[in-house]
């Protein structure tokens, strides 16, 4: 059974920086997309970035495009994602996701398979 453990959320404030982590086990599929989402209290699930493994092709949302950066160590099945210049609307938990044995990425919900608990992110003004 595929578990996804986030870690690295906490508070910090506007403009600084925060990098989560996503710890990937019972893996077995050779190909995957792998990603972040994010929900604001009151909000709907937003895709925020995703990558493809082991290709690397990533994808942003336009709301974090050139702020983000989605990256992976497909030695130890960990995915990242760094996050600068942070901005109070960028609290939310974020969400480790996965689905197997694709060569694309998306950024809708319904896409990806696999759930990681999440990690709370507050970015205070």
């Known amino acids: 059974q595929v578990q996804l453990v986030e870690s690295g959320g906490g508070s910090v404030q506007a403009g600084g920086s925060l990098r989560l982590s996503c710890a990937a086990s019972g893996i077995t599929a050779s190909s995957a997309c792998m990603g972040w989402f994010r929900q604001a209290p009151g909000k709907e699930r937003e895709g925020v970035a995703a990558?493809?493994?082991?290709?690397?092709?990533?994808i942003y949302a336009d709301s974090v495009e050139g702020r983000f950066t989605i990256s992976q160590d497909n030695a130890k099945n960990t995915l990242y994602l760094q996050m600068n210049s942070l901005k109070p609307e960028d609290t939310a938990v974020y969400y480790c996701?996965?689905?197997?044995?694709?060569?694309?990425?998306?950024?809708?919900?319904?896409?990806?398979?696999?759930w990681g608990q999440g990690t709370p992110v507050t970015v205070s003004s």
């Open positions: 990558i493809t493994t082991p290709g690397g092709t990533s």
């Open positions: 996701v996965r689905r197997p044995h694709v060569n694309i990425c998306r950024l809708g919900p319904e896409f990806f398979r696999y």
